[in-house]
């Protein structure tokens, strides 16, 4: 299966995401070495040392909520276990009173009326509910068309059904391509006018607290997602990233450091999968970001050939993110793909295809 992804100069690709696809991302820098690690005051949340399964898992990050205003929880693009995970989580009873909220990145703002129009219940055709993720990067992307997103939004709209029409859930449009994404003002007023909670499903990487300096210099003037939280709700936002087997991109061959996942394994004392653990919890908090996030970011600009964003960095996983959702080492997971997934259309020369 061939795909390909695209970002040019001194911009970072709109979708990057942990999970089955790592993203070459073009950076005229050298090879990169240093980096930034600092992050912004975090939230004072107590999460259980271990959470284990679907439905624990769940429990674990609807209780975030009471310590904080929003969960960012990142996905693996186009995986069922993150598409399970996070049905479980709208799907529990306790869910929505406390979360009215939800920002997702497949989406695009210009359709908001679609969508809401959708998970209100009312009659919206195929066709019509099609633009809500085809307009976005995702869709450009060839990713946003996989059925775990139309999944989603139906398991909202289902549940939606249930409850009185002063308590349902809204989903906000948040396609991250524009630099200000009309979601965001929207769940500005509903988290600190309302004193409202929100939950984001973004790609993992979207919210990475930090990263090699070079790396960040490389996106100039644009912010980010995290960034953008960490302004507007300082110490009121989680971070939550998962973590699990990745296929090697192929550019990269065999230059990155393998994960050794029998770390996480060794650390945990239940064998059930997902499980939600604190990245200030040892010995994961001390874990590389290389090794585990090694292939999320890829870099294809000389010198020094494809390589991952994070080669030579010590940034550690305590550093990237609050929590991580590990699920497991089974490279199955991270290899599921949606058969109609197909390659980006770019009139860029620097692109590079990544095969599989």
């Not at 990487?205 to 070079?214: D, K, Q, R, V």
């Amino acid at each position: 299966m061939r795909w390909m992804l695209l970002a040019a100069e001194r911009s970072i690709i709109r979708g990057i995401t942990l999970g089955s696809i790592a993203a070459i991302l073009v950076i005229p820098m050298p090879l990169l070495r240093a980096q930034s690690p600092q992050v912004a005051t975090r939230p004072n949340v107590r999460l259980p040392d271990e959470a284990a399964g679907l439905d624990a898992v769940a429990r674990a990050l609807i209780g975030a909520f009471d310590q904080t205003d929003i969960v960012a929880l990142g996905e693996g693009h186009n995986r069922q276990v993150d598409s399970d995970l996070r049905i479980a989580l709208v799907r529990h009873p306790d869910f929505a009173k406390k979360v009215r909220t939800i920002v997702i990145e497949y989406a695009s703002p210009s359709e908001q009326s679609t969508l809401d129009r959708y998970i209100r219940g009312e009659n919206v055709s195929r066709a019509q509910l099609e633009q809500v993720w085809k307009t976005t990067a995702l869709g450009a992307n060839g990713l946003g068309e996989h059925p775990v997103y139309a999944d989603f939004l139906s398991a909202i709209r289902e549940f939606n059904s249930k409850l009185p029409a002063d308590a349902r859930i809204r989903v906000l449009a948040g396609d991250p391509r524009t630099r200000e994404i009309p979601a965001f003002s929207v769940l500005k007023e509903e988290v600190r006018q309302r004193h409202g909670k929100a939950l984001l499903i973004y790609g993992g990487a979207h919210f990475f607290l930090t990263g090699p300096a070079e790396y960040l210099a490389s996106l100039g003037d644009g912010i980010g997602l995290a960034r953008r939280l960490d302004i507007d709700q300082p110490g009121r936002w989680l971070s939550v990233i998962p973590i699990g087997a990745l296929a090697r991109p192929s550019a990269i061959k065999e230059t990155d450091i393998e994960p050794d996942y029998r770390k996480f394994d060794r650390a945990l004392t239940t064998q059930l999968r997902p499980v939600l653990v604190s990245f200030q919890r040892l010995p994961f908090r001390d874990f590389t970001a290389e090794e585990f996030l090694g292939r999320t970011l890829t870099t294809c600009r000389p010198p020094g050939g494809c390589r991952s964003v994070f080669k030579a960095s010590t940034l550690t996983l305590g550093q990237m993110a609050d929590a991580g959702v590990y699920f497991g080492r089974d490279a199955s997971a991270a290899r599921e793909r949606s058969q109609r997934t197909s390659p980006q259309r770019s009139r860029d020369p620097e692109r590079r295809p990544n095969e599989r």
